[in-house]
């Protein structure tokens, strides 16, 4: 008889995963001005696509296609030059599935659920008895695996990721009501009065927008969803609430296929879709225990990064001193005679001589001058801050000059500061 863990790496080798990466993510404002949200730098060193791909990869899943739309251009570069190493001979491949008019002249993808539809005939070609329908836009670690057996073991053919948040919290997501089964009964997009779980009266199912499927079930529920002229075809909003109402969705908990280091930590999904949100997930890396391990070497996160020298940091002079305490700074950076606390600087950052940093996410090949002083900031790519900038100390002054989120982040980019 095989083992559990047998039965779920032969459910994953049968398993086609679909990765939805066509969204522009407004919400990140001029971070998505020139690349799609899936994209976009996270961490030090990855994009926000590379945890959903490396998921993929960790829970046996080696054949994976990702649809494209908004702005794709850093998104397939990034993918075509770090995840190219799998081996179509050996069953193993990541296809690049941008919209392409297939259908017809005229139509683009017009949601999530029509972008798997109009890839039909690539899909079929692969011959995948189940499909993993995966956001490339959150950060969490996940072993896929462990909901196809869940769904197997349930005799289902649609599951439906649900990670638990405080019931005070709820109205900001889509909630599902469940049975005792964990059989969705409801869906409900950000209720004012969101229901709680059977027995937990103070917790409540968000979506995670992360499904399973059987192959043949999957495509005669598109090829309905497509003949409906009132659906807006996606899968949130149409495909996932039609089979709730038909009693054919089921539920599966975050916490039973989450990848922990410890078996108390916290079950870690967030959704990076704001300023705010972007920026607490990038910093809380640099706590001394975060609450995502991306040092775990049994789940490593894959991504493509240029061979860069080691981070440097220079000077000792009492007021000339390249410090960085309770940081991240990755390869290619100089810290030349600055100072920088509880930040995050992705690669070949320079910071130079007497300019500070503090609550700050600085993007990759930023330039900070002289005697700058920064706090609470989000850099984007490539920008020269200037010598004797000062940010995140007059909230009105930075509102005028740049984007100053509700939580107070602000947002840099080189257009704000080329219009000063």
């Known amino acids: 008889m095989l083992s559990s863990a047998r039965v779920q790496e032969r459910l994953a080798r049968r ?3 679909l990765v939805l990466a066509g969204g522009r993510g407004s919400r990140l404002k001029q971070l998505t001005d020139r690349r799609a949200k899936p994209a976009v730098f996270f961490g030090g060193k990855f994009r926000i696509i590379d945890f959903a791909l490396s998921n993929c990869l960790n829970s046996n899943i080696r054949r994976i ?35 392409q008019q297939r259908l017809d002249e005229a139509t683009w993808y ?14 079929r070609a692969a011959r995948p008895e189940f499909f993993v329908v995966l956001a490339g836009d959150h950060i969490y670690r996940m072993d896929y695996s462990n909901m196809l057996a869940d769904m197997q073991a349930r005799g289902a053919d649609c599951i439906v990721a649900c990670v638990e948040v405080p019931l005070a919290q ?23 009065a969101p229901p709680s779980i059977p027995g937990k009266p103070d917790r409540a199912l968000a979506s995670m927008g992360i499904y399973a499927f059987s192959a043949d079930f999957l495509y005669s529920e ?3 969803d497509h003949e409906d002229p009132k659906s807006s075809h996606d899968f949130g909003k149409d495909v996932i609430p039609n089979l709730v109402s038909r009693g054919l969705a089921a539920a599966h908990r975050f916490e039973d296929s989450c990848v ?42 894959w991504t493509y990064q240029q061979q860069l020298p080691p981070a440097k940091f220079v000077f000792d002079d009492p007021d000339r001193r390249g410090v960085a305490v309770d940081s991240m700074v990755s390869g290619g950076c100089i810290i030349s005679g600055a100072q920088l606390r509880r930040s995050l600087l992705f690669s070949s950052v320079r910071v130079n001589s007497y300019a500070q940093t503090c609550d700050a996410v600085v993007l990759p090949e930023v330039q900070i001058g002289r005697s700058a002083r920064l706090n609470k900031v989000v850099i984007d790519r490539g920008v020269r801050i200037p010598e004797n900038l000062v940010v995140g100390e007059d909230a009105e002054l930075d509102a005028k000059r740049f984007y100053r989120s509700d ?14």
């Open 222 to 224: 598109l090829q309905r």
């Open 110 to 123: 017009r949601g999530t659920a029509d972008a798997v539809y109009q890839n039909f005939d690539i899909l």
């Open 407 to 420: 939580g107070g982040v602000v947002l840099i980019s080189a257009e704000m500061l080329a219009a000063l």
């Open 260 to 301: 922990k280091t410890t078996p108390d930590a916290e079950a870690y999904w967030r959704d990076v879709g704001t300023i705010d949100a972007y920026w607490a997930a990038n910093l809380d890396l640099v706590r001394p225990t975060p609450s995502l391990d991306i040092y775990d070497p049994n789940w490593p996160i």
């Open 170 to 192: 709820a109205s900001d997501f889509g909630v599902m009501a469940v049975d005792e089964s964990m059989k969705i009964v409801d869906f409900l997009e950000k209720p004012p």
């Open 65 to 99: 296609a990702v649809l494209t739309q908004y702005k794709a251009h850093s998104l397939l570069r990034h993918l075509q030059m770090g995840w190219s190493f799998l081996r179509p001979e050996m069953n193993e491949f990541l296809d690049l599935l941008p919209a």
């Open 15 to 17: 398993t086609l995963a």
